[in-house]
């Protein structure tokens, strides 16, 4: 199991929540430090939650109650979230760009839950993706016998 990075615990309340300032969103302005990646909190915070595994806290907290559930409990959700994402995503104008934006935020945040399941961190996946650069999607796929 991966453990969470201490720094990564910092910006939490005693509930392991986000606070404000944890994070921005975009390029920091001048002279403004940089906050750190809101996936990267997010990460923290379910690791937070799968670090410490007891009855109370998984009574108030949802990432605590479906890592308690497992991978079939969390791929669930991520079944039901992607289709969400899909229909949201068929939904014309503005509000359904903004509905989009959300329901891709609930599919992240589904997503980081299994990865920590499994012991996987986000910087992996990041690894993965960065060592497909350059490579046409038509050749990894060929690559793996697809």
């Known amino acids: 199991m991966a453990e969470p990075d201490k720094h990564y615990q910092k910006g939490h309340n005693q509930e392991g929540n986000f606070q404000e300032g944890d994070f921005q969103a975009g390029q920091p302005q001048e002279g403004q430090r940089p906050g750190r990646r809101p996936l990267d909190v997010l990460e923290a915070t379910i690791l937070a939650r799968q670090a410490a595994p007891n009855k109370p806290l998984v009574e108030k907290s949802y990432t605590a109650k ?4 497992g991978v079939e409990k969390i791929g669930g959700k991520i079944i039901e979230e ?3 994402l899909v229909e949201a995503a068929g939904e014309p104008e503005e509000s359904g760009r903004q509905h989009t934006i959300y329901e891709a935020g609930d599919l992240l945040y589904h997503t980081l839950v299994l990865l920590a399941a499994r012991g996987v961190r986000l910087s992996e996946v990041e690894a993965e993706l960065a060592r497909r650069v350059g490579v046409s999607g038509l050749d990894e796929k060929a690559s793996r016998g697809e």
């Not at 479906?66 to 559930?69: H, I, S």
């Open 66 to 69: 479906l890592l308690a559930g």
């Open 82 to 84: 992607a289709a969400e």
